[in-house]
C-alpha cells in the first residue's frame, strides 16, 4: 500500500540553528511529494512541492528539499530557523489518484 | 472567494446529534476533498469531488458519514448519531482540476468535538 512517513514526532530547535525534518514514501513508478505547515489553528499551506525535474526544490520561507529516489526520501530542511518557524509539518504523496496521502505531521519547536 | 472558506469554525455537539460541516472552495475549482485530522493521527482522506460527483468515497469511516456537493461548488459534510471517536478538525481542500498536481488550497478546518 502507499505510505508517506515522518519518522519524527516532535523536532526541537533552538533558533538560527539548521533542521531537518525527515519524510519517507513508498516507492512507486510516478510520485509527487509535497511538503505543508501548519500554524496553530490554521489550514495547511504549501511549503514547497516535488513533480519532476530538478531534485533538490525550494520553497517559501527559506525552506528546501530533496528528492531521493534511492532511499525514497524527501526531507525538508531548513539552514537557519526563526520562532516564527514553530509548526506542525507534514509531508504528503500523490501516487496515481487524486488523493494525497499524508504522514502523520511533525511538530517543530523554535526555542529562543 | 479568495480562499477556501469553511463553516462553522468550531462546534461543541451532544453524542447523537447529527451534524453539518460546510465547505465553500475557491471559484473556479473543480475538485474537492474532505480530510479528517484527529490528534496524533495525521489527516485522513475521507473523500473526493469532482464536480458533483464523488469518485472516491473510500475513506469515510462508516454509513454516518456522507457528503454532498452541489453546483459543483459548496459541499456538505454530514455526520449523523455523532460519537465522541468523530472529535476531530475537519478540513476541506480544492483544486483547480485534476490535471497535474499543483497542490491543494486548505481551508482553516472545523474543530468538531462531541461531548
Given at each position: 500500500a502507499q505510505s508517506v512517513t515522518q519518522l519524527d514526532s516532535q523536532v526541537p530547535v533552538f533558533e538560527e540553528a539548521p533542521v531537518e525534518l525527515r519524510c519517507n514514501y513508498s516507492s512507486s513508478v510516478s510520485v509527487y511529494l509535497f511538503w505543508y505547515v501548519q500554524y496553530p489553528n490554521q489550514g495547511l499551506q504549501l511549503l514547497l512541492k516535488y513533480?519532476?525535474?530538478?531534485?533538490l526544490v525550494k520553497g517559501i520561507n527559506g525552506f528546501e528539499a530533496e528528492f531521493n529516489k534511492s532511499q525514497t526520501s524527501f526531507h525538508l530542511r531548513k539552514p537557519s530557523v526563526h520562532i516564527s518557524d514553530t509548526a506542525e509539518y507534514f509531508c504528503a504523496g500523490a501516487y496515481n489518484t487524486d488523493k494525497l496521502i499524508f504522514g502523520t505531521g511533525t511538530r517543530l519547536q523554535v526555542f529562543p | 472567494g479568495a480562499g477556501v472558506s469553511q463553516s462553522p469554525s468550531n462546534k461543541v455537539t451532544e453524542k447523537g446529534k447529527d451534524v453539518e460541516l460546510r465547505c465553500d472552495p475557491i471559484s473556479g475549482h473543480t475538485a474537492l476533498y474532505w480530510y479528517r485530522q484527529s490528534l496524533g493521527q495525521g489527516l485522513e482522506f475521507l473523500i473526493y469531488f469532482q464536480g458533483n460527483s464523488a469518485?472516491?468515497?473510500?475513506?469515510?469511516?462508516?454509513?454516518r458519514f456522507s457528503a454532498e456537493r452541489t453546483g459543483g461548488s459548496v459541499s456538505t459534510l454530514t455526520i449523523q448519531?455523532?460519537?465522541?471517536?468523530?472529535?476531530a478538525v475537519y478540513l476541506c481542500a480544492s483544486r483547480q482540476?485534476?490535471?497535474?498536481?499543483?497542490g491543494y488550497t486548505f481551508g482553516s478546518g472545523t474543530r468538531l468535538t462531541v461531548v
Open positions: 513533480l519532476s525535474g530538478s531534485t | 469518485p472516491d468515497k473510500s475513506g469515510l469511516p462508516s454509513d448519531r455523532t460519537q465522541q471517536e468523530d472529535s482540476n485534476r490535471q497535474g498536481h499543483n
